[in-house]
T-cell receptor, first 114, second 115 residues
Framework: AQSVTQPDIHITVSEGASLELRCNYS??????LFWYVQSPGQGLQLLLK??????LVQGIKGFEAEFKRSQSSFNLRKPSVHWSDAAEYFC????????????FGTGTRLAVRP | GAVVSQHPSWVICKSGTSVKIECRSL??????MFWYRQFPKQSLMLMAT?????????EQGVEKDKFLINHASLTLSTLTVTSAHPEDSSFYIC???????????FGSGTRLTVV
């Protein structure tokens, strides 16, 4: 079964600093990988996704993620964080062999220090 | 972009009553819809997967008689929480897809409070 690990429960960064949120997955083949952001009491917004091809994926709001097969990782990065980026971030993995179901990580809560 | 409308956004009901939550894909046909439950400060837990015109597939531990899912058309799925109890209070989120490669779009969620 596929699984996703987000080792950092909570991260605080200063506004303008760079950000990296970690995500490791467990799956036999190449999965579909996603990063979503959730503001309190809201649904999830897709930041970016990876299916195949270029392992560096660009997303919305200045985010990018890099798929590293050798490390089973799909870390999310942003060079300069804005106060509005404070939210909960979820990494998710899916696969056609699992009926396209998504499995979510436990999430990382990002706080931004002024 | 793809839009999924979920409503109500919040509902308060009395213990023992039933509540229906709707999830609509507004600008695409969703072959599959998913229902999640999210407890405060926790991740999303998949409850069930529904495909248009067929019975929903429930995850282990989810009571299918309590959480009734109907996916009557390619644009509408409903989740009915039957005989609700306070422990059913939670945030419920739906997601719709026309296939993984087309992406997954999430509704804005429904906050259910059972009193």
């Amino acid at each position: 079964a596929q699984s996703v690990t987000q080792p950092d429960i909570h991260i605080t960064v200063s506004e303008g600093a760079s950000l990296e949120l970690r995500c490791n997955y467990s799956y036999g083949a190449t999965p579909y990988l996603f990063w979503y952001v959730q503001s309190p009491g809201q649904g999830l917004q897709l930041l970016l996704k990876y299916f195949s091809g270029d392992t560096l994926v660009q997303g919305i709001k200045g985010f990018e993620a890099e798929f590293k097969r050798s490390q089973s990782s799909f870390n999310l990065r942003k060079p300069s964080v804005h106060w509005s980026d404070a939210a909960e971030y979820f990494c998710a993995v899916g696969a056609s062999s699992s009926g396209d179901k998504l499995t979510f990580g436990t999430g990382t809560r990002l706080a931004v220090r002024p | 972009g793809a839009v999924v409308s979920q409503h109500p956004s919040w509902v308060i009901c009395k213990s023992g009553t039933s509540v229906k939550i709707e999830c609509r894909s507004l600008d695409f046909q969703a072959t599959t819809m998913f229902w999640y439950r999210q407890f405060p400060k926790q991740s999303l837990m998949l409850m069930a997967t529904s495909n248009e015109g067929s019975k929903a597939t429930y995850e282990q531990g989810v009571e299918k008689d309590k959480f009734l899912i109907n996916h009557a058309s390619l644009t509408l799925s409903t989740l009915t929480v039957t005989s609700a109890h306070p422990e059913d209070s939670s945030f419920y989120i739906c997601s719709a897809t026309a296939g993984a490669q087309s992406g997954y779009t999430f509704g804005s969620g429904t906050r259910l409070t059972v009193v």
